[in-house]
C-alpha cells in the first residue's frame, strides 16, 4: 500500500471512520458555516495554560468569537480556566451544564452546538480528540503535535483526508506558519533569495521545564497525566512536544519531509524518576534527498547555552528565523521583525475564523502531521540507535496506548537503551 492508502484503510477501518463514513451531507453543509452571520462558538478540549490560551487568543481574533463549552479530564483544570475566561465578559461565560470533567469529557462536548473546536490535551489524546471532531463534523484548531508514535499519526492522516473532503477547516499551532516574517522570509527563499536550499540546522536547546512530584492522594495515572511532559506516551519526548517547531519550519522551507534519520539522545542530567522515562538530549541527523541534510539539536538541561533558531543554507546564502526576526546574507541582504502587535498565537485563529466565514476551507492536517512523524522518526532512531526510514517509521506497529483510560495503574515506565530497546 501506499501511504495515503494505509492511512484510509486504517481510519476508515476504525469505528470512528465509519461514524463519519455514515454522517449525512445535510450535518456536514451547515458545519461548513459560510455565510451565516452568527457569533461563531469555541469549545475547548484540554484546559490546562494551552488550551485556556488558545481560548483568550480565539477570543482577541474576533469579536464574533464566544466560548460555550470546555472539557478536562480534570475539575479543577475546568475551574481555572473559566476563571482566566471570565475576566474577557460575556463572550467567554460557560455556564455549569457545559463543562464536562473525565476521559469522555470531549465526547460530551462534540455533542452539543460548538462549530469549532480547540484540542489542547497532552498529545497522547490527539488522534482520538481528532477523529471524534471530524466525525462530529466540527471546524478545528489542533495543537502540536498531533500523536506521538506511528499509528496515531496514520490515524491523523486519514481524517485530515476526510476534513478535505467535507470541506471543515483544519488549523494547526504550528504559528511559525502564521508568523509575518517566517511567511515574508520563506516567499523570498522561494523566489531563490538564497540560492538551491542544500543544507540546514534547528535547535531548540533551553534549560528545564516544570515537574510535578507524585502525590499521596493521586493514581499512577492521575500522576502521570498531570507530569505529562515527561512520559513519552503522553508527550511524545521534547523533540516531538517541543522541537517539532523548529523541524516544521525546515519541512516548511525544504517543501517536503525527510526519507531517512539517524540520531542520538540520552537522559544524562534528569535522572529522578520524578522525570518519567523521557531523555534530557537529542542530535539527529535528517536527509532529505538530493543531498540536502538536516542537523537537529534539542536539550532541557539547566547550566547549558540555550538556542531557538533555523538555519537554512543555500548555494548563494542563507536564511536564519528566530521567533520574530528573520535575516537573509549572501547575495542578498535582508531582514525582518514582526510589525509591533503581531501575534502569530492570534494569527492561527483570525486565520481559522476567516477561512470558516469566507467558506475557503484551509486544512493543514498533513503539514503538521508529516512534522509530527519527522520528529517521531528521530526519537525513535535515537531509542534504538538505528538509522530509520521515512517509510519504516510511517509503518511502524508502535502505539504507545494504554491498556485502558482510568484512574488507577499507568503504563511502565521504562527508559529507553539505544542499542538494546527494539524497533517496533
Known sequence: MTSQEMTRRAFMSSATGAAIAAASAESVARAAWAGNVGPLRYGIIGCGGRGTGAAVDALNASPDVVVTALADVFSDRLASCRAELEKHGGRAKVSDDRCYSGFDAYQKLLATDVDVVVLATSPHFRPMHFEAAIAAGKHVFVEKPVGVDPVGI????????????????????????????????IARVRDGAIGEVIAAR?????????????????????WQLRNWLYFTWLSGDHIVEQHVHNLDVVNWVVGRAPVRAVGMGGRQVRTHAHYG????????????????????????????????DETIYGTKGKLQTTHGRAEITGSVKWSMEDPEGHNPYVQEHIDLVEAIRSGRPVNETRAVAESTLTAILGRMSAYTGRALSWEQVLASKLDLSPAKYEMGKAPLIEVAVPGKTAFV
Open 154 to 185: 496514520r490515524r491523523v492522516l486519514a481524517a485530515g483526508e476526510v476534513a478535505e473532503q467535507r470541506k471543515l477547516c483544519v488549523v494547526a499551532g504550528t504559528q511559525r506558519r502564521h508568523q509575518a516574517c517566517y511567511r515574508e522570509a
Open 202 to 222: 534547528c535547535r531548540w536547546n533551553m534549560g528545564e521545564l516544570w515537574v510535578k512530584p507524585p502525590q499521596p492522594e493521586w493514581s499512577e495515572m492521575e
Open 277 to 308: 522515562n523521557v531523555f534530557d538530549h537529542f542530535a539527529v541527523q535528517y536527509d532529505y534527498g538530493n543531498g540536502v541534510m538536516l542537523a537537529s539539536y534539542c536539550h532541557q538541561t539547566a547550566g547549558c547555552d540555550g538556542a531557538v
